[in-house]
């Protein structure tokens, strides 16, 4: 298994990998949205690859702190495919991205992860994050 940066020719199995975890994300979208994560130097995506097969993806921020000397790091979209969970491939992709926040500075990781996401947490956890206060949330599009 190798883990790389994605490319856009990455799309069609990032989007794959998206409906699994609920997102109907058209391959158009992921390939507009990784342009803007390459074009952004405070943002990634890994994939891990066996056999030019893409198993798993995970996006993620480096954001800066004002108050605090380290920043930190959070992961926005994190899925390993049903058919390849249990292989520690999200253990190595949440691996490279520990070591590339640390990299740039970063003294901790964050994720939100909704709550019926039952499995996420108990691997999250097994990773060393720990539960953190309140995480409120404004939406800016209206119903």
């Known amino acids: 298994m190798q883990i790389r940066a994605a490319t856009l020719e990455d799309s069609p199995a990032i989007a794959r990998l998206l409906t699994v ?6 391959t158009d979208c992921v390939t507009f949205k990784i342009q803007q994560f390459l074009a952004h ?3 990634q995506v890994l994939v891990a ?3 030019d097969q893409v198993l798993g993806f995970v996006a993620f921020n480096f954001i800066p702190q004002l108050g ?7 992961i926005s979209y994190f899925c390993v495919d049903e058919t390849a969970q249990g292989r520690g491939i999200g253990t190595a992709l949440e691996k490279s991205v520990s070591a590339l926040a640390k990299d740039r500075g970063c003294d901790r990781m964050e994720v939100h992860c909704h709550s019926r996401r039952k499995l996420a947490h108990q691997f999250y956890y097994r990773q060393g ?3 953190s206060p309140k995480y409120l949330v404004k ?5």
């Open 68 to 74: 605090l000397v380290g920043d930190f790091c959070r």
């Open 49 to 51: 690859v066996e056999t």
């Open 41 to 43: 130097p405070d943002a």
């Open 129 to 131: 994050y720990t539960e």
């Open 139 to 143: 939406s800016l599009v209206q119903p």
């Open 21 to 26: 975890l609920g997102y109907l994300s058209s």
